[in-house]
């Protein structure tokens, strides 16, 4: 099973404008990620898809691999499908480009599900960990995801979901952590279906697969390390680091 690293990188971003060029320690936010995913060791190759000619210069200047998008996109999943076209791999891993501190023990469990049990029904893999605290259930910048007795999702929202009208029930909460594994034809198939109603409404791009009938397999996980969105999370992830 040949897997290969796809990074999604925007330049601009709503939140923090150019936050993956931003340095963090000596090195910037995408080289960082780009490094942490190739060290994992996992991967037949990684590259960063972007937009950008600075992130793309970034990459190769630094002996990385890189693949300039020749198209607009409006999410990350078409960005790398663009890519994927001409790329021989039966897995497609992507990882966001704001994670600086990926770490190899999630993506192991993500890849995992690929030779388990029930992999033949597997369009594509993702992640989720579990919500405590009330304010980020009620967020809509977290991503909330439903899944059946078999960890496959049911649905994703920014509302809570499943809404407590029974407080006695001891539900958990999760949240939909956008690292995917995709099958490369699935991840093709997004790229050539239009934007669904559901994805449009709620701006969540897995709904598209969910709508169009693909079964995603759900990966519970406890840690996946320091998303930089804001100024703040950018000074938060420097004590993490040492050069």
């Known amino acids: 099973m040949k897997v290969v690293a796809?990074?999604?990188?925007?330049?601009?971003?709503?939140?923090f404008p150019g936050k993956l060029m931003a340095k963090l320690g000596s090195k910037s936010v995408i080289l960082r990620t780009y490094e942490a995913t190739l060290n994992?060791?996992?991967?037949?190759?990684?590259?960063?898809?972007?937009?950008?000619?600075?992130?793309?210069?970034?990459?190769?200047?630094?002996?990385?691999?890189?693949?300039?998008?020749?198209?607009?996109?409006?999410c990350g999943s078409d960005r790398i499908a663009e890519a994927a076209e001409q790329i021989e791999a039966d897995i497609i891993v992507n990882v966001q480009g704001d994670e600086p501190f990926t770490k190899k023990e999630p993506l192991v469990k993500l890849l995992n599900v690929f030779e388990g049990p029930d992999a033949a029904d597997i369009d594509l893999a993702s992640l989720m960990q579990v919500l405590t605290k009330v304010n980020q259930i009620e967020d809509p910048n977290y991503v909330k995801v439903v899944v059946d007795q078999n960890n496959f999702a049911l649905f994703f929202s920014r509302s809570p979901i499943p809404y407590p009208r029974n407080k006695e029930a001891?539900?958990?909460?999760?949240?939909?952590?956008?690292?995917?594994?995709?099958?490369?034809?699935?991840?093709?198939?997004?790229?050539?279906?239009?934007m669904t109603?559901?994805?449009?409404?709620?701006?969540?791009?897995?709904?598209?697969?969910?709508?169009?009938?693909?079964?995603?397999k759900m990966v519970e996980t406890e840690?996946?390390?320091i998303e930089i969105d804001t100024p703040q999370d950018l000074e938060n992830a420097k004590t993490f680091i040492e050069d």
């Open 6 to 15: 796809l990074i999604p990188a925007r330049y601009d971003a709503t939140r």
């Open 197 to 216: 109603l559901l994805e449009d409404t709620e701006k969540i791009e897995c709904l598209r697969y969910l709508e169009t009938g693909k079964k995603i």
């Open 40 to 74: 994992t060791g996992l991967f037949s190759d990684v590259f960063v898809v972007t937009d950008s000619e600075v992130i793309y210069n970034e990459i190769v200047g630094n002996g990385g691999k890189a693949i300039k998008s020749i198209k607009n996109h409006e």
């Open 170 to 194: 001891n539900t958990k909460y999760y949240e939909h952590i956008g690292v995917y594994a995709f099958r490369k034809q699935a991840l093709l198939d997004f790229y050539h279906t239009p």
């Open 223 to 225: 840690y996946m390390g």
